[in-house]
Structures are given as C-alpha cells and as structure tokens.
C-alpha cells in the first residue's frame, strides 16, 4: 500500500517537474505549497488513494466518513485540486483508474478502520498539539490498552516499526513496554518539521523522534 501511494506521489511531482530523492520520497512541496512538508503530502496521497478503495471494502464506510472526509477534503482543497491536476498532465487523454488488483485492496483493507476514525476526528486533534501531549497520549493508551489511540499517536514509519507489536501484543506486554519514562527533554529541532527529544527508561538513554504530519505531532520511533 505504501508503495501505491508513493506512485501516486511520484506521477504528481512528475507532472509538476519536481525533484523526487533517491530513496522515492519527494524533495520538496508541491508547488505554490511551500508550507506542506512531505509528511502532509504523504497523508494526503494516502486518503486520496484509500478513500475510493475503502468506499467499495468496508460496509458502512461512506457514511460514517461523509461529514469528516468533507471537512478534510474542504481544508485542503487546493492541494488536493493540485495533486489532480498534475495526475491529469501526466495521464494519456480519456485514460481510466485502473481497476485495483485483489492484492492492492487486501492492503488497503488493512488500512479502512484507521482511515475512518482519522476522518470521523477533527483536525488538527488537540492530543497531538505537541510532541509532549502526543506521548502523554501514547503512553497512556498503551497503558489501558488502549491500542486504536496508540495506533493513532504514530506517524506512517512509526506504524511500520511499531504497529504490529500494539496490535498483537497482550496489555500486560504493553504496560511492560510503555513504563517508567523519565520526562522528555528536547535535544534537536528542525525547524516545525521534526523534533528529537531525550528519555531514560531503566538507566538507558534513548532518543525520541516525532514529525508534524498535518498540523498534528506523530510519534516516529526510537
């Protein structure tokens, strides 16, 4: 799923003439853009790639979206128009979407529920305002087991380290693992973009990074 919609992506910054890096992730933002960092450009490929898909997956899925997919889609309405205006550029005339195949939907079903409740919250959610109020959240979902809101604390690559561990983990593992934190001290800032802080757990040092993805402080990892 990931890799569709870094296409989706790529065929966008094809389109608007960008540069795109050597590990396929866009060098900058979509043009009249400035403030879009590449994690809102991901988020927005992601919903714009998911969305279609969920519609005809998941029972129920349309409505229960209808109102938050507005409003999400409202707010970014010109970078959305954007993206589409270049994947028109770069498409042959009277082109069609490709039918997804069986295994692009089986990736993307994995990824409805978490889509819905993304949509069905306003944004930007005040529990993730900061990058302390995200951990505050993290740490006390994984506490009460909580393992939607853990999922939701974490940014795209945080869902790849981390997701699967939440998700089958028992909630006497994730008590065990979410312990005994000393408070975040802040060693690195880049910018509005990225956030390194300090914590010790059990005598050990460890780094703590978090990314602003859409106006929100998403937890990446260690």
Known sequence: MRAAVYLLLACCLVGANLPVAADGLPGNALPGFPSLSTGDMEQIAEVMYLKPLCDSLKPGFTRAVAGGYAEWSGANQAAIASIERSLRA????????????????????????????????????????????????????????????????????????????IAIESPDVLRQISAGFTPLKLMRDYDATMKVFSTTRNDIVASVVFVRVGGEWKFQGF
């Open 90 to 165: 770069g498409a042959p005339r009277d082109a069609q979407r490709p039918e997804p195949t069986t295994e692009q939907k089986a990736a993307a079903a994995k990824h409805c529920d978490r889509l819905q409740r993304f949509l069905e919250h306003p944004h930007p959610d005040p529990r993730f305002a900061t990058p302390e109020k995200t951990w505050e959240t993290y740490l006390a979902a994984m506490q009460a087991g909580q393992r939607e809101v853990a999922l939701d604390c974490l940014d795209d690559m945080g869902r790849r380290k981390n997701g699967e561990l």
